[in-house]
């Protein structure tokens, strides 16, 4: 009920026609390509949409003042979201683990071309976090790297919250999926 064949898309679930970008990195993580593939749908599509509606270039300041441009992946269909681009940690690193995965789904195929082209994705969006890794002031943190929640305090997903109103506040959540992306660690896997 959540996919379409036509363009790749996936919905939040049944009757609820959101677009949310990590049911694509969840899909291809939790279910796997192998399965989605034997039920019909076509997860280089599902990448693909992801890929083309959530896919955003934005600028994020760092707390010391410097902004660098960054690119990842937004909470929802970006084209859809009036508040502008706003990058999710967590679900650029859930992206990047399903490019790796979908790497992976190639080579065992023998399609080394495709296989290198996620694999070069993956490392892209790994790269790209790697801009946004602050220091947390937080006595817990002590000062150590982490991730920011989103590239904007305060910031309307599009699924009824909003990202921590801090901008200097490490995420736990992106910055476990970040270190289990780069070690090639599937928290989803049903093994």
Not at 146 to 171: E, I, M
């Amino acid at each position: 009920h959540t996919y379409s064949s036509k363009d790749g898309a996936m919905k939040r679930g049944k009757g609820d026609g959101t677009i949310a970008t990590d049911t694509f990195a969840w899909a291809i993580a939790a279910i796997g390509p192998e399965t989605l593939a034997a039920q019909g749908m076509d997860p280089d599509g599902i990448m693909a949409f992801a890929e083309e509606q959530c896919r955003i270039t934005t600028s994020f300041a760092r707390p010391n003042g410097e902004v660098v441009e960054v690119t990842g992946f937004d909470f929802a269909k970006a084209r859809n979201a009036p508040r502008g681009g706003v990058m999710s940690t967590e679900w650029t690193a859930q992206m990047a683990m399903a490019f790796k995965i979908m790497s992976d789904y190639h080579a065992d195929r023998e399609d080394a071309r495709k296989s290198e082209e996620y694999r070069k994705k993956a490392e892209f969006y790994l790269g790209e976090l790697d801009k946004l890794v602050i220091a947390s002031p937080s006595p817990s943190g002590q000062g150590a790297g982490c991730l920011p929640y989103a590239t904007v305090a305060n910031a309307d997903t599009g699924h009824g919250w909003r990202t921590p109103a801090g901008s200097s506040t490490g995420s736990v959540a992106g910055t476990a999926y970040t270190v289990f992306a780069k070690k090639g660690y599937n928290p989803l896997a049903l093994e």
